[in-house]
């Protein structure tokens, strides 16, 4: 599986956030400054253990200022300080403070954060950075990102329960006892805590309203004048594209655009993989054995039929180089007939359009479908959760970090950064903590000016519970709620297959890498090919190519990594 592929998988753990009229990631926006740098400050409940992280050698704290399993430590000091947190999301452009949620909590607990995001490539600022030697305070990633081991592995970052243990024991109270154990390293230790996390048992209480962030999309004005097209099968695929461009050649005195994907990478396109296979329902595993579902014979199918869409010009060249921030652009301006894409990336865009005309909105519809028309298999939450938050072992204060991270993931801390401050962006109304009714009005209309304004709703979502904030989540909003009802019953764990490939470094993984560069490289080769002929050429090179690179070890690494996920699944539901 390519990193690509990874990585939106666990990307779909965001699906019950979308389902709360809330878009998160997908809008984060603003341009306040947070506050200036004031680390070191001394913690109250441990004066030792701060100066010792910094490098002092005080006496140790007196016997009864020490931290409690039955106190948040965070209490014990809300002196000023800040610190630094890199997100590891070109695409995140919020800055800590200037918003309600924020100032509240920089006022409650006396943190601020300085963000640190990349201006380009997330891996070669990441990859800059460990090898250097030295990282920020805190650390967001995707967990299927090679820089987690690379963190770990090169004793970067420090282990939660140490830190845990030592400056702050009610972290253990506030974290999943499930999440912890999916993420103990081979040491026993735990490096990193998930966001958007759902474990086995979540699956039982919450499972019903479970959704998949996984959509076809079709702009609903088009879609309707065109007839309701099938685009299930091939045949009724091809022919509503071209029906959409020749009846509507222009948006606006632009080129329609007949169907978006998302973009494509060094290791492939994840519309093209993994979601098109979820799509047309291809299994992971037969009878305990990992299935590769890139051979199988009815996506290569519809990977022809992608081919062929090219060859009658319905795939516009944007999209074999367009990035995310050029597709919402495009979206915005509803040039898109059609998207196999994640509905989150692009919520803020359709709600301006819903805003904007309530008939350009995109809505959700049966798209590619197996021969046999079974329903798809959409990736739904899982355990892996989307992104892990790490503490450097450079860290200015380490009583003080490992205490505002037991903040985020409390039921007090997540309450906080979706309901934001009692009084200013919500109230109990009708016996139930809710957003005040201007707050709630501005989050389903304008995402991006409720984030500048009020920043809740997750607008910093690095931490978030997306399960424990059910209690408070708002009922969706159009043009959000059609689209995430059309997942319903559609969406799947699928935490089995997550973190299945070798290390880096390891001979698998080297040869891993390699393969799915190759991949990288062939997909747009196979779509843009004169003929099927042309892409059976293509297809058997690239067969060939990963077969002569270890693809078995590959394989045979895989499988063993599936078997010991599903024993490790098996422990945390007992």
């Known amino acids: 599986m390519s990193k690509v592929r990874k990585m939106m998988t666990s990307l779909t753990a965001l699906t019950v956030v979308c389902s709360m009229a809330f878009t998160l990631a997908a809008c984060s926006s603003g341009n306040n400054n947070g506050g200036g740098n004031n680390g070191g400050a001394k913690t109250n409940n441990g004066a030792a253990a701060t100066n010792t992280a910094e490098g002092g050698s005080n006496a140790a704290a007196p016997e009864e200022q020490k931290p409690s399993a039955d106190t948040p430590g965070w209490q014990g000091s809300t002196e000023p300080i800040t610190f630094d947190w890199y997100m590891n999301f070109s695409w995140f452009n919020k800055k800590w403070g200037g918003d309600a949620t924020a ?34 305070d805190f650390i967001t990633l995707g967990w299927y990102e090679e820089g987690v081991r690379k963190m770990i592995n090169g004793k970067l970052v420090l282990p939660l329960n140490e830190l845990a243990d030592q400056y702050d024991p009610y972290f253990f109270k506030v974290a999943d006892p499930a999440k912890l154990g999916w993420y103990t390293q081979p040491d026993g230790n735990v490096y990193g805590y998930p966001n958007a996390s759902s474990s086995p048992a979540d699956y039982e209480k919450y499972g019903s309203k479970f959704t998949s962030n996984q959509t076809f999309a079709v702009r609903k004005d088009m879609y309707e004048a065109l007839g ?13 594209l071209k029906a959409a461009k020749e009846k509507f050649p ?89 998207m196999l894409y994640q509905r989150s990336d692009f919520a803020a865009q359709n709600t301006a359009l ?94 991006t000016g409720f984030d500048q304004k009020y920043g809740a709703s997750y607008t910093y979502w690095m931490l ?44 698998e993984g080297i040869a891993g890498s390699k393969n799915a560069r190759t991949w990288g490289k062939a997909l ?51």
């Not at 519809?302 to 990035?323: C, H, P, S, V, Y």
């Open 228 to 240: 309701k097209p099938d685009m299930s099968t091939p045949e009724g695929f091809l022919n509503a």
């Open 354 to 447: 819903y805003q904007k005309d309530p008939n350009m909105v995109y809505i959700a519809v049966n798209g590619p479908a197996n021969s046999k028309k079974e329903a798809p298999t959409l990736s739904g939450p899982g355990i892996s959760g989307w992104t892990l938050t790490l503490i450097s072992k450079d860290v200015k204060d380490k009583a003080r970090a490992i205490q505002f991270l037991s903040y985020l993931i409390s039921e007090e801390g997540n309450r906080d950064m979706f309901l934001g401050e009692k009084g200013v962006t919500y109230d109990t109304i009708d016996g139930k903590d809710q957003f005040k009714p201007e707050v709630l009005e501005l989050l389903n209309k304008d995402r």
């Open 524 to 574: 747009p080769k196979l779509l843009l090919s004169k003929s099927d002929a042309e892409f059976d050429e293509i297809w058997n090179d690239y067969v060939a190519d990963r077969t002569k690179n270890k693809q078995d070890k590959i394989d045979a690494y895989r499988q063993k990594m599936y078997e010991e996920n599903m024993k490790k699944l098996e422990a945390l539901n007992k």
């Open 464 to 507: 978030m519970d997306t399960n424990m904030n059910l209690q408070w989540a708002p009922p969706s909003a159009e043009p959000a709620k059609s689209m995430e009802e059309w997942t319903l019953g559609k969406s799947i764990s699928m935490s089995e297959y997550d973190n299945l490939d070798a290390p880096p470094t390891s001979e």
């Open 103 to 136: 100032d509240y909590i920089t006022k409650k607990t006396g943190v601020s954060v300085n963000f640190i995001v990349p201006a380009g490539n997330e891996n070669e600022k990441l990859n800059t950075m460990i090898a250097s030697g030295k990282l920020p």
């Open 250 to 338: 222009d948006v606006n005195g632009q080129p329609l655009i007949p169907l978006g994907l998302h973009e494509f990478t060094e290791t492939g396109n994840y519309s093209l993989e993994g979601y098109l296979q979820n799509f047309l329902a291809i299994p992971q595993q037969k009878d305990g054995k990992l299935y590769d579902r890139r051979l199988d014979p009815e996506y290569i199918s519809w990977l022809k039929t992608f081919r062929q869409a090219n060859e009658m010009g319905l795939l516009a060249k944007d999209i074999f180089i367009d990035k995310r921030p050029q597709m919402e652009e495009k979206i915005a301006q509803g040039r898109y007939f059609a």
